[in-house]
């Protein structure tokens, strides 16, 4: 596929700018990085991936016709290169160039990636090697990737490997293009392309962390582990560690009484009672359960959000930087990692820690019920469309129906419990799934009966939905295939048939909520134009942004607009059914949230 006479390693200034206005005029142009680590972070685990902490060596830029420039940054100045932004980009993992390039400071234009085409297309998110093999039956070895790209000379070797790396993204891209758009999914790759450049700026700037704060937090868990670990021993016996779950459970198994110990989860391998905290939670009213489950609580906030979250602290910034990713996850809803900030703890203690930047302020909305609105919408369910019409709250209603009162005697007791039956309906829980869910997720005491005539009191309440719920599993069965709103696949044979039944139903909703919120994240550029704010975080429903106090006002109205005109960009025809949601302000996430 590479024609190495039309290969060209540029190190001078005036024909790098001559061949960047010459790519410029192409339709589209592939383009890569490689980049080293810079001498102060040499020794940094990660540091060449990091646009912080590393160096651009070399941009490399291909036409289709085959042609390649490969710009050696440590002798092209980058200015040079600004020509190169008329032209949309091809890129794989294209979320790794613009932090990169943006960071540099050349301006990033719309971006195609190939990688994102290919999870559309292939189900699976796989790497540039093998989607060149599959796609363009051209083998790629990538021994080169981890060479020294800061020496002073490139062998011949690293210039033909990135040479490779450009022009295969580009004709990835010709190749899978036609076929999204065959597969009726153009919409939704036009939606992930316009959203990346949105969470790769997220990721770029961070998130501010008080660190201070952090470290007093972590001494008053530690405190209060050593405190629990104290008592628990006492209630354990000596003999007994309270981190051996085999200890444990024979512990256990020698005081619980035989109806407990029948119902009690155990392991498949050795049927010994399970001691996670799930398993333990579900028995969280007898006494003797109730220390353990106190001390594995604060022992997996120190484990989780210790110590460990201190190896993420930003040695340029003092910040987080998680990653945020698309197409990760079967439903297609974005992720965050190193550190997973969208499952920060709940608790206001540690998300007062995520705090707005000096002279700024958080302003945070979320989708109130966003996966019942749009399992309502999916379904045309009408009797849950009447609730959300009229400005109602669909756990409410479903409190009354389950205890056969009105809505307004619903008492708060009786609207938590319904939150596990509305939600555990969308994954398609039994009874036992239910009464589970409802004392682990909820803490609401829920009998196996209990759960199965709740559940029959919802499928009477909203009989569309069921019936629409059964639709998608024949159509799991039979085509072994769902699909979101704009058209992400859910393929039971690419990716796996894991829990068809739950899958087939949920899927669907919670990856046309993913839409949604992707819709609103689209927006906001150009809704925050003039505003000086930035997002400064994104969770599955919510959104929080970083606003200079002058301008909070304005941003709440555009975070408003966005978020409604956001939802009516997946579901037109939802405009009597979305609420505008409602938006908080304040100094910190747990503020805000």
Excluded at 325 to 349: D, E, H, I, W, Y
Excluded at 374 to 388: F, P
Excluded at 455 to 477: D, H, S, T
Excluded at 552 to 558: D, G, H, L, P, S
Aim: proline share 6%; glycine share 6%.
């Amino acid at each position: 596929m590479l024609d190495p006479t039309l290969i060209r390693y540029v190190t001078d200034s005036s024909e790098a700018a001559r061949r960047a206005a010459q790519l410029a005029a192409e339709p589209v142009l592939g383009v890569d990085i490689e980049t080293y680590p810079a001498a102060a972070y040499r020794d940094r685990p990660g540091a060449a991936l990091d646009p912080q902490t590393a160096e651009i060596r070399l941009l490399q830029v291909a036409a289709l016709d085959g042609r390649v420039a490969l710009f050696d940054l440590q002798q092209v100045p980058l200015d040079a290169l600004a020509p190169l932004s008329a032209a949309p980009w091809a890129t794989f993992n294209g979320s790794f160039e613009y932090r990169h390039l943006t960071h540099a400071g050349l301006t990033v234009p719309r971006l195609h990636d190939g990688m994102l085409l290919d999870r559309l297309l292939s189900h699976r998110l796989r790497k540039l090697a093998e989607v060149s093999a599959d796609v363009l039956q051209v083998d790629m070895d990538k021994t080169e990737q981890v060479s020294d790209w800061g020496t002073a000379e490139l062998s011949e070797h690293q210039l033909h490997y990135a040479a490779l790396d450009a022009l295969a993204t580009v004709r990835i891209a010709r190749e899978l293009l036609p076929k999204v758009e065959r597969n009726d999914q153009r919409r939704l790759y036009a939606l992930w392309c316009d959203v990346l450049p949105v969470l790769a700026g997220l990721q770029l700037q961070g998130q501010c962390f008080d660190w201070a704060g952090h470290a007093a937090l972590q001494a008053t868990w530690q405190q209060e582990r050593d405190r629990l670990q104290g008592e628990l021993q006492e209630h354990l016996g000596p003999e007994v560690s309270p981190n051996s779950g085999p200890q444990l459970g024979s512990w256990l198994q020698q005081r619980l009484d035989a109806d407990t110990l029948k119902r009690w989860p155990k392991t498949e391998k050795t049927g010994r009672l399970k001691t996670d905290a799930d398993s333990l939670a579900l028995f969280a009213h007898l006494p003797m359960v109730q220390p353990l489950l106190r001390y594995k609580a604060v022992s997996k906030l120190l484990s989780t959000y210790g110590s460990s979250y201190c190896k993420h602290r930003h040695p340029v910034t003092d910040q987080l930087h998680p990653e945020f990713s698309l197409g990760f996850t079967r439903s297609g809803r974005a992720v965050a990692s190193k550190p997973n900030t969208q499952q920060a703890p709940k608790q206001g203690t540690f998300r007062e820690l995520f705090t707005a930047p000096p002279g700024k302020v958080l302003v945070s909305a979320d989708y109130s019920q966003i996966e019942l609105v749009v399992a309502a919408l999916l379904s045309g369910d009408q009797a849950m469309l009447d609730v959300y019409r009229k400005g109602g709250d669909l756990h409410r209603s479903t409190a009354a129906a389950i205890a056969g009162v009105a809505p307004e005697q619903v008492t708060p007791q009786q609207r938590q419990a319904a939150k596990p039956v509305n939600f555990g309906n969308l994954f398609g829980q039994g009874p036992a799934g239910l009464a589970r869910t409802a004392q682990v997720d909820y803490g609401v005491a829920m009998s196996s009966a209990d759960a199965k005539q709740a559940l029959l009191r919802f499928q009477l309440a909203y009989p569309q939905l069921e019936q629409w719920k059964r639709q998608q599993v024949a159509q799991a069965q039979q085509f072994r295939q769902v699909r979101t709103r704009l058209g992400l696949v859910r393929d039971f044979d690419a990716q796996g048939e894991g829990y068809l039944r739950g899958e087939a139903q949920n899927i669907p909703v919670q990856g046309s909520a993913a839409e949604v919120l992707m819709s609103a994240l689209r927006r906001l550029p150009q809704a925050l134009t003039g505003t000086d704010a930035a997002l400064y975080h994104t969770v599955h429903d919510e959104i929080t942004l970083q606003v200079p106090l002058d301008h909070a006002e304005t941003a709440v109205e555009a975070l408003q607009d966005a978020m409604v005109q956001g939802f009516l960009d997946v579901f037109p025809d939802a405009g009597d059914v979305v609420a505008v949601p409602e938006v908080k302000q304040g100094a910190s996430w747990a503020a805000v949230h």
